[in-house]
């Protein structure tokens, strides 16, 4: 059993995946996950997903989640087995963060906040090129 969402009713398979899935919406997107967040969790922006589990859990109502496993798709689908698809080199990312509208570097920032957060420390891996300015994943 899973988690509707109390907003849009998609189905997630946990409280903590809820939670994410409310969070993110919210951030991303403003919208009604953000209005239903303020009102039901006041402060919910500085919670993170363990936190806000219990709470959204206790206004979701449960709903059936199916969970899909690798063993359970047709086996004509597109896996990479006999082949791979190019990455960039350094472990560059497809984009530039300078290449992003101010609302989109803004979710960028707090995205690697939550991801310091959770990480229990500062959680750079230096990715975003700060302190790797040739990106070849060396500092």
């Not at 189905?11 to 903590?16: G, I, L, N, V």
């Not at 991801?115 to 500062?122: E, K, N, P, S, V």
Request: with cysteine; glycine share 10%; charged share 30%.
């Amino acid at each position: 059993m899973g988690y509707a969402c109390p907003v849009c009713e998609t189905p997630q398979r946990d409280a903590e995946h809820l939670a994410n899935h409310l969070a993110f919406t919210a951030m991303l997107h403003g919208d009604a996950h953000e209005r239903w967040l303020d009102e039901t969790v006041p402060g919910w922006a500085s919670e993170g997903a363990a936190e806000l589990a219990p709470i959204v859990a206790d206004h979701a109502e449960e709903t059936p989640y199916d969970e899909v496993f690798e063993e359970s798709l047709p086996a004509d689908r597109h896996d990479h087995a006999d082949h791979a698809h190019d990455t960039p080199a350094g472990g560059a990312t497809a984009f530039e963060a300078d290449d992003l509208d101010a609302e989109a570097q803004q979710t960028l920032a707090a995205a690697k906040e939550m991801t310091r957060a959770m990480l229990g420390g500062d959680g750079d891996t230096g990715r975003d090129g700060a302190d790797d300015p040739d990106g070849d994943g060396k500092a």
